[in-house]
């Protein structure tokens, strides 16, 4: 009799202290220790947020040039080819804005659809808890005081159930805490996920606004293109006439180039007979004619070149393509088109050409229509560049990467263009393919 007083007394002791905690759980807000995670998987983004805030800035930075280069050709009375030139490159990179902020939108769209997915689930997951824990609350109630509980216990017909169904309460009200923990931690989570659907649905609603203006902006650049095109068409005869002033001068470059590395090529041919006729070996006087004969030094130089390729700094600090290379379709006349050996970028007033690569000036000259004119040699390959109003350097002078090599020509329209080339050997490259993307 006193062995199972003893169970009793210590039962109560114990119903107390559950009934007690149980109560208290219910009461105060415990620490999360982990959070509810969403049953959704994330699919892959084709760009992150960080790509299409880069993508942004450098779009906002090429409008910046672009209107600064437009506002110089404005300067004149008269419309020029050149302002065509930048009110088309604004158009382009208008367009960029417009499909930046799309892909923007993709995103957030994206994550909109993911986040309401989360809190559909996260839903279901706080009905179905709560709902448990009415029904741990239902069969509580059968229990409800310690005395019907201490019934429980002392209706054991032995003492290993006495202690199962002791075991038994405490994990019962353990289970009970635990529920409210869980109802709590989704109840944040849920919150928190509803917060940020709030924050994406204002930030879609301003990037749709903010598309609406871009797409209005980009109808008044059109609206401005076709004006320009328009009073360009009335000039047709000087038009045509300029056109054939730059073809002339067109081919005087390029013979100025051509005979420079024909010349180049012989003179590296000679100097490598020279040396294998000093060393007796007759079998390496035999030089190919359409290419420069590399010594151990500048077939490295040129080695370094040509693996650089894509990677190379712009001739300007700023500007844009204003002609790209092969045949381009005149930008006013009808049926005319004109042949770039190199590309044209579209600059500001008082810009400097500075050199893409380390190598030897082998030509500084003069041609109509193209100013003055620097040929820089890197082994194999030669980099020009033209339309300078004034040369910084001379022939013969090694030179560096970045270094400045003249200033470019603005001219009568307000338009300060640089026209630039890279050759390989007696082969022309498009420059733009060994050029930084931009």
């Known amino acids: 009799m006193y062995r199972y007083l003893k169970y009793f007394l210590l039962s109560f002791l114990i119903l107390l202290n559950l009934e007690a905690g149980a109560q208290q759980s219910s009461r105060a807000k415990p620490k999360p220790k982990t959070q509810a995670k969403p049953k959704t998987q994330v699919k892959p983004k084709p760009k992150s947020k960080a790509q299409l805030e880069k993508e942004k800035k450098e779009n906002l930075n090429r409008i910046q040039e672009a209107n600064r280069i437009l506002q110089e050709t404005k300067q004149k009375k008269e419309v020029s080819v050149g302002q065509l030139n930048a009110i088309q490159e604004k158009i382009k990179v208008q367009k960029g804005v417009i499909t930046n902020i799309s892909s923007e939108l993709q995103y957030i769209n994206r994550n909109m659809r993911q986040t309401e997915s989360t809190v559909s689930s996260l839903k279901l997951d706080l009905d179905k808890l709560k709902a448990e824990y009415a029904a741990m609350i239902y069969g509580a109630a059968k229990t409800t005081n310690s005395y019907n509980k201490m019934m429980f216990l002392f209706a054991a017909d032995s003492f290993n159930q006495f202690v199962r169904r002791l075991r038994y309460l405490a994990q019962y009200s353990e289970a009970r805490q635990n529920q409210v923990r869980q109802i709590m931690n989704v109840q944040e989570s849920l919150q928190q996920k509803i917060n940020v659907l709030t924050g994406a649905r204002r930030q879609k609603q301003s990037l749709l606004t903010t598309q609406l203006q871009e797409s209005k902006n980009l109808d008044n650049l059109r609206n401005q293109q076709n004006t320009v095109i328009t009073q360009l068409s009335r000039q047709e005869e000087e038009l045509r006439k300029e056109v054939e002033r730059r073809k002339l001068a067109v081919r005087k470059l390029e013979n100025t180039i051509s005979a420079m590395v024909r010349a180049e090529i012989a003179r590296s041919a000679e100097l490598a007979r020279r040396k294998a006729a000093a ?93 003055n004119i620097v040929m820089i040699q890197h082994g194999e390959y030669f980099t020009v560049y033209a339309k300078l109003k004034s040369v910084n350097v001379a022939e013969g002078q090694n030179i560096n990467a970045r270094d400045i090599i003249g200033s470019i020509y603005t001219n009568g329209d307000g338009t300060t263009e640089l026209h630039f080339e890279i050759w390989r050997n007696g082969v022309k490259q498009n420059p733009q393919a060994w050029l930084l993307a931009k």
Do not use: C, M, Y
């Open 279 to 371: 060393a007796g070996n007759t079998a390496a006087t035999r030089s190919s004619v359409n290419k420069v004969t590399l010594t151990p030094e500048t077939a490295l130089l040129s080695s370094s070149f040509g693996g650089n390729k894509g990677r190379f700094l712009w001739p300007v600090e700023r500007g844009f393509i204003s002609q790209r290379f092969g045949v381009n379709p005149h930008p006013v006349l009808r049926n005319v088109s004109t042949q770039n050996n190199g590309i044209e970028i579209q600059t500001n007033d008082g810009e400097r050409a500075r050199a893409i690569f380390e190598g030897k000036i082998t030509k500084v000259t003069n041609i109509a229509g193209l100013n």
